[in-house]
T-cell receptor, first 118, second 112 residues
Framework: DTGVSQNPRHKITKRGQNVTFRCDPISEHNRLYWYRQTLGQGPEFLTYFQNEAQLEKSRLLSDRFSAERPKGSFSTLEIQRTEQGDSAMYLC????????????????FGDGTRLSIL | KQEVTQIPAALSVPEGENLVLNCSFT??????LQWFRQDPGKGLTSLLLIQSSQREQTSGRLNASLDKSSGRSTLYIAASQPGDSATYLCAVIIQGAQKLVFGQGTRLTINP
């Protein structure tokens, strides 16, 4: 168990550029979540996957955001045409659930990707 | 809409003291409540998970309680140490949902 891994740790980019983050969950964890955290606030839910299926998306996830988990293992989060307001820490978490309605397993978080928009 | 509140936003205590962090939530229909620790610039480390049918959970010097009817949870830290300095976050999963809803966190400083 190597934990949830996120890359890159830091990303600095100019406004208007596209960025992509990667998350590798704990192996065999079937559920993967993305959250966003701004300074001084708790994380806010963005989206989650059960295996390769994206089952819920927050209203925070505008059309410029897209997430994928093509083979039910790692996931990517892409932000197109970045804006100043996208600056935040993007956190990934994973959990192992026994069935689709199981919400009683702890979510394990990675160290996040800190995005800074110049 | 579920709202989670943590008070105080910041707390500073001398080493060795026992302390309590508070978390309240507006919708009592929850699956579970989870306490996390976050060090500066890092991700979240899960400390304790209390299922809705449970009243408390313990791990080492940490004890978390849950009172669903009043919408409250507390995290008790015994014999605090400088290494306990971090931000502590509570989060709930409401029934019928799969996502965590977080409070703003309590930034804890333990002074040697």
């Amino acid at each position: 168990d190597t934990g949830v891994s996120q890359n890159p740790r830091h990303k600095i980019t100019k406004r208007g550029q596209n960025v992509t983050f990667r998350c590798d969950p704990i192996s065999e964890h079937n559920r993967l979540y993305w959250y966003r955290q701004t300074l001084g606030q708790g994380p806010e839910f963005l989206t989650y996957f059960q295996n390769e299926a994206q089952l819920e998306k927050s209203r925070l996830l505008s059309d410029r955001f897209s997430a994928e988990r093509p083979k039910g293992s790692f996931s990517t989060l892409e932000i197109q045409r970045t804006e100043q307001g996208d600056s935040a820490m993007y956190l990934c978490a994973s959990s192992l659930t026994k069935h689709s309605l199981d919400s009683n397993q702890p979510q394990h978080f990675g160290d996040g990707t800190r995005l800074s928009i110049l | 809409k579920q709202e989670v509140t943590q008070i105080p936003a910041a707390l500073s205590v001398p080493e060795g003291e026992n302390l309590v962090l508070n978390c309240s939530f507006t919708d009592s229909a929850i699956y579970n409540l989870q306490w996390f620790r976050q060090d500066p610039g890092k991700g979240l480390t899960s400390l304790l998970l209390i299922q809705s049918s449970q009243r408390e959970q313990t791990s080492g010097r940490l004890n978390a309680s849950l009172d669903k009817s009043s919408g409250r949870s507390t995290l008790y830290i015994a014999a605090s140490q400088p290494g306990d300095s971090a931000t502590y976050l509570c989060a709930v999963i409401i029934q019928g949902a799969q996502k965590l809803v977080f409070g703003q966190g309590t930034r804890l400083t333990i002074n040697p």
